[in-house]
């Protein structure tokens, strides 16, 4: 049976499915979009295109966009290209680079995106996380599918090839391809690893490959495991979708830390170090009030309820809607200030007590929707008290507000 035939009884059902390639230009790239573009038509694909993400990382970036455009150009397939800015910011160049190539996977508009990773990539991710002390999850590498934040799966349908297999494919049909001369750079750990470690170990260890594709089949099953009792563990704690410190206090030790790892994780707030899970627990475990700084934001403990706080957080006004009859307001929505007062039926009282009363968190009360008249005097807190008959509602601050 040749490449394609394998490649082909290998993929899910893709019929009516709109494909995307993730495409540097690379031989594994190029490849996988060669054998797509063979296959479409038998998969029965709504449509195949590509996309190229533009890093500006190396002075040959221009021309690999460029010949991304022709092969594409050549072989009847739409090119989406995108340009980004890689700002490492505390983070590794490879790592950096990476996130900003997923935030443009994350705004593409398909089903599918399909990406070039084979059998040796999997085992060098294996190492990479054994040396750097990577768990669970890291050591269980790359999933054959899993689904994107923008409701798409991300695929990975070379994973059962190895990397000599693409390199007769792409022989075999004359297939060109760039070269990235980073990858020659030994300083680098996972090109020292595939250029000196792994070939040694192949050397004494003939069956070390496959051996260690075998663990990590092992490896991603226990996770798939340990997600079932994370998930289960998360309904647990969260209730009406807040973090609940005396239902996480509830779990055993290692438990605990699980749960904080998913906080981070479902509240966009990065991947948090080992030890910085391990120091917050102890924190969470005896105070009534902490802080947990992540990679993107913050974890806030208020009043027994384990707030995320992201840095980019901003909200969009558009968002709040009147409930009732607002037609005698005129004025504006805009976020509360430390000087704003309240008309009640016993005078005026200041916004920010009023949200404390709320049980809304100080870090988010300048931030608050509230609705002022021309007067400047508010009228109504999002999701709270109004001084008219309409209340204004606000969704997207319901889960600051602590029970």
Known sequence: MDLLAKFAKSLPDLRG?????????????????????????????????????????????????????????????????ERVSVQTKGKGLESAARLARYAVYERLDCDVLALAHHRDDQVETFWLAALRGGGLRALAAMPESRALDNGAVLLRPLLNFGRQDLLNYAAEFGLDFVHDPSNDDGRLLRNWLRGKLLPELVFRLPESGKQVLSAVESLQDELAVLDEIVAADWDFVCVN?????????????????????????????????????????????EAESATWGLPRGKAILYRG???????????????????????????????????????????????????????????VREFWAVAVDEQGVCMAVANGRSAIEAKLHCEALLIFQAA
Do not use: N, Y
């Not at 055993?252 to 991947?271: D, E, I, K, Y």
């Not at 607002?326 to 009640?344: H, N, P, Q, T, Y």
């Open 17 to 81: 499915k709109r494909v995307c390639v993730g495409l540097s230009g690379g031989v594994d790239s190029v490849v996988l979009l060669h054998l797509l573009t063979r296959a479409r038509e038998s998969c029965g694909l709504a449509e195949l295109f590509a996309v190229h993400v533009h890093h500006g990382l190396s002075d040959l970036a221009d021309d690999w966009w460029a010949f991304c455009e022709r092969i594409c150009a050549d072989w009847g397939v739409r090119l989406v290209a």
């Open 305 to 363: 309820v384990l707030f995320a706080w992201r840095q980019d957080f901003a909200l969009d006004f558009s968002g709040c809607v009147w409930i009732g009859d607002a037609s005698e307001f005129s004025g504006c929505i805009r976020a509360a200030r430390r000087d704003d007062v309240m008309l009640m039926k016993s005078g005026r009282k200041s916004v920010f007590q009023v949200l404390q009363e709320m049980g809304v968190p100080p870090f």
């Open 241 to 285: 979708g807040q973090f609940l410190r005396e239902r996480w206090l509830a779990l055993s030790a290692a438990r605990r830390r699980q749960m904080l790892v998913q906080f981070a994780r479902v509240h966009g707030l990065g991947v948090p170090r080992k030890q910085s899970v391990w120091d917050f627990t102890r924190v969470l475990s």
